[in-house]
């Protein structure tokens, strides 16, 4: 069965300390691999999409990275406002358009 | 564009009671997508269509969950009849299915469902 796991499932940091969520997924042809925020009481927002090993994507304090069997979302020197849930999802070649998430990293940056 | 659309934001109802949420997609937008959302099992897909046709509804629970699209721009999950394990925030999405910016995912704001 296809499955998308992220861990830790909860991670507390200080202001300013840098850390990386993973999201390991165990299936062959990936089509695309995403990674989505998501704010109490709100739908996820996307953040990135990822194709191929190798390829990164920044913005901000986050930065995408992706192998052939993982992803990597590194923050770095975070602030109080990237507290959030952060959500990766994948799709398959052999899923049409079917996109399934993880169960997701609660992030807390303490001031 | 306003985003995705769900209505109603939150819905309370007794064991029994048939639910019906609704969905307005992005205008353009050719995949559409529901999800539920819980503590203990996340964000899980419902079902999903392309065109306007389901695709995949391998998600959907049992027989008391139904979806339609009717057209591009309005789709409904109904629940009949619901039961307290139905209590969950469901979310609808919607994306393109190709060219630029494909399979990103718009969620709406969700719909808050207690059913007591």
């Known amino acids: 069965e296809d499955q998308v796991t992220q861990s830790p499932e909860a991670l507390r940091l200080q202001e300013g300390e840098s850390s990386s969520l993973n999201c390991s997924y165990t299936v062959s042809g990936l089509r695309g691999l995403f990674w989505y925020r998501q704010d109490p009481g709100k739908g996820p927002e996307f953040l990135f999409t990822l194709y191929s090993a190798g390829e990164e994507k920044e913005k901000e304090r986050l930065k995408a990275t992706l192998t052939k069997k993982e992803s990597f979302l590194h923050i770095t020197a975070p602030k109080p406002e990237d507290s959030a849930t952060y959500l990766c999802?994948?799709?398959?070649?052999?899923?049409?358009?079917?996109?399934?998430f993880g169960s997701g990293t609660r992030l807390s940056i303490r001031p | 564009d306003a985003g995705v659309i769900q209505s109603p934001r939150h819905e309370v109802t007794e064991m029994g009671q048939e639910v019906t949420l609704r969905c307005k997609p992005i205008s353009g937008h050719n995949s559409l997508f529901w999800y539920r959302q819980t503590m203990m099992r996340g964000l899980e897909l419902l079902i999903y269509?392309?065109?306007?046709?389901?695709?995949?509804d391998s998600g959907m629970p049992e027989d008391r969950f139904s979806a339609k699209m009717p057209n591009a721009s309005f789709s409904t999950l109904k629940i009949q009849p619901s039961e307290p394990r139905d209590s969950a925030v469901y979310f609808c999405a919607s994306s393109l299915n190709s060219g630029s910016g494909a399979n990103v995912l718009t969620f709406g704001a969700g719909s808050r469902l207690t059913v007591l």
């Open positions: 999802a994948v799709r398959w070649y052999s899923s049409a358009s079917k996109i399934i």
């Open positions: 269509f392309n065109n306007n046709v389901p695709i995949d």
